[in-house]
């Protein structure tokens, strides 16, 4: 569930929602990441670590699925970002550990009109075969405030395709299109 915490009365309420099931799976998990502000709707768009899109209400204490994120049933996801007039949403399919290379790293812009997805660009072999760069997680991203830019930290290691996955932390930028990106 939900709570929240009055800074005035040093008191935590339990809201009257939660994270809704996986529509796949059935499962219901915690909350992973989330948008860091409100859209025009007054809701913030969240993911939990199997990679449920929902929305969140906090003034109505509520919740309302979206879909999943990525791959047939969802996937761990780290971080999220948002466009500047709130559209599009990039997220990063390969999170944790060795995933990366499973999905290829895929920058994802979700566009929350058309309600779908599309790839902006695969990281992983590129930076693999040329470089010698294993992705192994994202943690964390930021898109600049035209949208133009997306930045993201990422963990992993020169190293073979079965070799290290940490130990060394980069950061790639990622130009968004103007075509791409329309609001």
């Not at 895929?106 to 309600?115: H, M, N």
């Amino acid at each position: 569930p939900f709570v929240s915490y009055n800074q005035r009365t040093n008191r935590f309420r339990r809201l009257a929602c939660s994270i809704p099931a996986n529509p796949v799976s059935g499962l219901k998990t915690n909350l992973r990441a989330y948008t860091a502000r409100r859209t025009p709707g007054n809701f913030f768009w969240c993911l939990d670590y199997q990679g449920t899109l929902f929305r969140f209400y906090p003034e109505e204490e509520r919740t309302e699925l979206a879909g999943v994120n990525w791959d047939e049933s969802g996937v761990y996801i780290a971080s999220i970002a948002m466009s500047p007039k709130c559209r599009y949403l990039y997220y990063i399919a390969g999170s944790s550990s060795d995933s990366g290379k499973e999905w290829g790293l895929p920058v994802i812009q979700y566009d929350t009109v058309t309600d779908s997805k599309k790839v902006i660009a695969f990281l992983f072999d590129y930076y693999h075969d040329v470089y010698g760069y294993k992705a192994g997680g994202t943690f964390g991203i930021e898109l600049s405030e035209d949208g133009s830019l997306l930045v993201i930290q990422t963990n992993g290691a020169f190293a073979s395709l079965d070799g290290a996955t940490f130990g060394h932390p980069a950061i790639f930028s990622v130009h968004i299109p103007e075509s791409e990106r329309e609001e």
